[in-house]
């Protein structure tokens, strides 16, 4: 019902800096909170950074002073600033939204998952 589609991964140097995208399209009532989550080799998924629809945000430890999530409600599309990124940061992030759909006459709640896009931070 919901397609996340992310963008904006790639190679970078340690120090440096990238925007991830992810547009939201489908049958749409309504996107709650969104979220970046990354999940490296050997490693379990976890949370990056999240924002609600009325723009509270909250991010791993990790991230803090680092990273800046931001959302476009009228483009369904949320983003990821990445700055001062580390090696530690390399992993596949995924865009994650929890959505209102409708199907006919009849609303439906799910948690929604792009493909990913692979940052890699290295010298």
């Known amino acids: 019902q919901v397609q996340l589609v992310e963008s904006g991964g790639g190679l970078v140097q340690p120090g440096g800096s990238l925007r991830l995208s992810c547009v939201a399209s489908?049958?749409?009532?309504?996107?709650?909170?969104m979220g970046w989550y990354r999940q490296a080799p050997g490693k379990e998924r976890e949370l990056v950074a999240a924002i609600t629809s009325r723009g509270s945000t909250n991010y791993a430890e990790s991230v803090k002073g680092r990273f800046t999530i931001s959302r476009d409600n009228a483009k369904n599309t949320v983003y990821l600033q990445m700055n001062s990124l580390r090696p530690e940061d390399t992993a596949v992030y995924l865009c994650?939204?929890?959505?209102?759909?409708?199907?006919?006459?009849?609303?439906?709640?799910?948690?929604?998952w792009g493909q990913g896009t692979q940052v890699t931070v290295s010298s």
């Open positions: 994650n939204a929890d959505a209102d759909t409708i199907y006919g006459s009849r609303y439906y709640n799910n948690a929604y």
């Open positions: 489908g049958s749409i009532f309504s996107i709650n909170t």
